[in-house]
């Protein structure tokens, strides 16, 4: 709570001199959520720089504060800085800070900004932690859990902007690296990506938009337990397992050339509100295995209240690859093959453990009751298989397939 209060105190600062200063302009945003999770075994974040929240009533996952500042230095240059306060794994003052770059406009047509900038991999880039800005409690897990855990980066990106009759289009370049801390499904992970590289190209009329995004980065992770299984394999003897250098070569994250794709396409003309996307992910790392992921969302106005109802699915396109057994085993004691048995296993694990197979259907409610307020409800039942909780922080080893609840309750405001 104490994040919360200095975001506050912070805030203060920043509105009265803004209030003070020509060209300078204070804004905000928050959420005040709670979440019931009914499940034992899996612990629920709406992505894996959050906390996860486990069995119970919790008010950490949704609840956040976000603050803007936007100032005019000249005619073509300004800047933006936002820090967004929520329940991180990493939570220092760098961590909070989402954006502040510097913006060039020449004239209507082109952009170019640099410093700590958003990843424009999806349809919520500008406002994935504005709740207000959406009808939902959170941005859909199946395709934005993951994704959107990498969603700032340190670098520069080129804007095009024109219009085509009554149509706009928009054409972004973008360069940079960045690092986070991840809490994955059974161990805390950090993350590099080194050399992104980012296109999105984007068409929209006056009720529609169609948006495609390719993105491509060197990616290196490193954690406790794949230390330990990667010194493991590396120091078997080549005559008992040939095959331990080759896997620890696979099992380790350095340099790993990651790629995603994605579709997306939104209608909103006042009554019906429109939205999917689809994704693809594909990485040389092994141990994560290609997967697609997508939502339909659906919703109607009826003047301050909208009903909508979301389907959403996550999959991996290939199986995990299977380790043949040492072929050393009949030929050792019992203790040495113990010993190569447990590797084994804890290898053939570890190329299982970010497996993803998982669908949600989602029912929900916002009311707009007062102006820049909502309040939000929302069912959301995932159905998950086996061998595919990875969006979740699991309490005990996957293994058996989960049915869980979320209900949620939350107020989204801007200010």
Same mark, same amino acid.
């Given at each position: +709570?104490?994040?919360?209060? *200095?975001?506050?105190?912070?805030?203060? +600062?920043?509105?009265?001199?803004?209030?003070?200063?020509?060209?300078?302009?204070?804004?905000?945003?928050?959420?005040?959520?709670?979440?019931? !999770?009914?499940?034992?075994?899996?612990?629920?974040? #709406?992505?894996?720089?959050?906390?996860?929240?486990?069995?119970?009533?919790?008010?950490?996952?949704?609840?956040?504060?976000?603050?803007?500042?936007?100032?005019?230095?000249?005619?073509?240059?300004?800047?933006?800085?936002?820090?967004?306060?929520?329940?991180?794994?990493? !939570?220092?003052?760098?961590?909070?800070?989402?954006?502040?770059?510097?913006?060039?406009?020449?004239?209507?047509?082109?952009?170019?900004?640099?410093?700590?900038?958003?990843?424009?991999?999806?349809?919520?880039?500008?406002?994935?932690?504005?709740?207000?800005?959406?009808?939902?409690?959170?941005?859909?897990?199946?395709?934005?859990?993951?994704?959107?855990?990498?969603?700032?980066?340190?670098?520069?990106?080129?804007?095009?902007?024109?219009?085509?009759?009554?149509?706009?289009?928009?054409?972004?370049?973008?360069?940079?690296?960045?690092?986070?801390? %991840?809490?994955?499904?059974?161990?805390?992970?950090?993350?590099?990506?080194?050399?992104?590289?980012?296109?999105?190209?984007? &068409?929209?009329?006056?009720?529609?938009?169609?948006?495609?995004?390719?993105?491509?980065?060197?990616?290196?992770?490193?954690?406790?337990?794949?230390? +330990?299984?990667?010194?493991?394999?590396?120091?078997?003897?080549?005559?008992?397992?040939?095959?331990?250098?080759?896997?620890?070569?696979?099992?380790?994250?350095?340099?790993?050339?990651?790629?995603?794709?994605?579709?997306?396409?939104?209608?909103?003309?006042?009554?019906?509100?429109?939205?999917?996307?689809?994704?693809?992910?594909?990485?040389?790392?092994?141990? &994560?295995?290609?997967?697609?992921?997508?939502?339909?969302?659906?919703?109607?106005?009826?003047?301050?209240?909208?009903?909508?109802?979301?389907?959403?699915?996550?999959?991996?396109?290939?199986? *995990?690859?299977?380790?043949? %057994?040492?072929?050393?085993?009949?030929?050792?004691?019992?203790?040495?093959? !113990?010993?190569? %048995?447990? &590797?084994?296993?804890? *290898?053939?694990?570890?190329?299982?453990?970010?497996?993803?197979?998982?669908?949600?259907?989602?029912?929900?409610?916002?009311?707009?009751?007062?102006?820049?307020?909502?309040?939000?409800?929302?069912?959301?039942?995932?159905?998950?298989?086996?061998?595919?909780?990875?969006?979740?922080? #699991?309490?005990?080893?996957?293994?058996?397939?989960? #049915?869980? !609840?979320?209900?949620?309750?939350? %107020?989204?405001?801007?200010?």
């Amino acid at each position: +709570m104490h994040k919360f209060v *200095a975001a506050g105190l912070i805030g203060l +600062m920043f509105a009265g001199w803004a209030h003070a200063e020509t060209g300078v302009r204070f804004s905000g945003f928050g959420s005040l959520g709670a979440i019931y !999770n009914d499940s034992d075994n899996l612990g629920f974040h #709406r992505d894996y720089t959050m906390d996860a929240v486990g069995q119970g009533w919790s008010t950490a996952g949704d609840t956040l504060l976000g603050l803007q500042l936007n100032a005019e230095i000249s005619g073509s240059f300004d800047a933006v800085a936002q820090m967004v306060f929520k329940d991180r794994v990493s !939570n220092g003052l760098s961590d909070n800070l989402e954006w502040l770059f510097l913006r060039y406009r020449p004239n209507n047509n082109w952009a170019f900004r640099a410093g700590r900038l958003g990843l424009d991999l999806y349809m919520l880039t500008e406002y994935r932690d504005v709740g207000y800005a959406y009808s939902w409690v959170r941005p859909i897990p199946e395709f934005y859990n993951l994704i959107s855990s990498i969603s700032r980066y340190e670098g520069a990106d080129i804007t095009y902007r024109r219009d085509i009759g009554e149509l706009n289009f928009e054409a972004k370049l973008a360069f940079g690296e960045t690092d986070v801390k %991840l809490e994955g499904p059974e161990q805390d992970v950090l993350l590099t990506l080194d050399n992104i590289l980012a296109l999105t190209l984007s &068409l929209s009329g006056d009720d529609w938009l169609v948006r495609a995004a390719m993105a491509q980065a060197d990616t290196s992770g490193t954690n406790a337990d794949t230390n +330990m299984l990667l010194d493991a394999l590396r120091a078997v003897p080549v005559a008992l397992w040939p095959q331990a250098g080759t896997l620890a070569q696979e099992i380790a994250f350095e340099e790993m050339l990651s790629r995603y794709y994605a579709l997306g396409f939104q209608f909103d003309d006042g009554q019906w509100i429109v939205q999917s996307e689809l994704g693809y992910t594909k990485s040389d790392w092994r141990l &994560l295995q290609p997967y697609v992921s997508g939502y339909v969302s659906v919703g109607r106005r009826f003047d301050d209240l909208t009903l909508y109802a979301v389907y959403a699915q996550v999959e991996n396109t290939r199986e *995990a690859p299977e380790i043949e %057994l040492p072929a050393s085993l009949p030929y050792l004691s019992e203790p040495e093959k !113990n010993a190569l %048995l447990t &590797l084994h296993q804890a *290898a053939q694990y570890s190329y299982q453990a970010s497996r993803l197979a998982q669908s949600t259907y989602s029912l929900g409610l916002r009311w707009d009751f007062y102006e820049d307020m909502a309040l939000k409800l929302q069912w959301d039942h995932s159905e998950i298989d086996p061998k595919g909780s990875s969006l979740w922080v #699991r309490a005990y080893p996957m293994g058996h397939d989960d #049915r869980v !609840n979320l209900f949620s309750v939350n %107020l989204s405001f801007t200010f």
